[in-house]
Nanobody, 123 residues
Framework: QVQLVESGGGSVQAGGSLRLSCAAH????????MSWHRQAPGKERETVAF????????YYANHVKGRITIAQDNAKNTLYLQMNSLKPEDTAMYYC????????????????WGHGTQVTVSS
């Protein structure tokens, strides 16, 4: 089992920055992929950033590329999402996720999820 706890959300003005954190607990050695997702009110959940934890290879949604960076600190079992130049349309609940399956990937729904942290960007 893997438990994920997000933190770092909050309210920020457009153009500002936030860094989200996701602390992983439990059988963290079994994690092969990690990702950040978001869901805005009335919209479907989307993947915004993804990382293969063993190789450090990352992928991003096209509309956030250049503004968002996913990073991992293996010593702290923590995943980060650095978000810069935030826009009102970035307002959403952000979720951290982890996958322990060998077929994990950007388009595969992970098998472990955190409870989310709210990000609100005002204009």
């Amino acid at each position: 089992q893997v438990q994920l706890v997000e933190s770092g959300g909050g309210s920020v003005q457009a153009g500002g920055s936030l860094r989200l954190s996701c602390a992983a607990h439990g059988y963290t050695d079994s994690i092969l992929c990690m990702s950040w997702h978001r869901q805005a009110p009335g919209k479907e959940r989307e993947t915004v950033a993804f990382i293969y934890t063993d190789r450090g290879i990352t992928y991003y949604a096209n509309h956030v590329k250049g503004r968002i960076t996913i990073a991992q600190d293996n010593a702290k079992n923590t995943l980060y999402l650095q978000m810069n130049s935030l826009k009102p349309e970035d307002t959403a609940m952000y979720y951290c996720a982890a996958d322990t399956r060998t077929n994990c990937g950007y388009f595969v729904d992970p098998n472990y999820w955190g409870h989310g942290t709210q990000v609100t960007v005002s204009s």
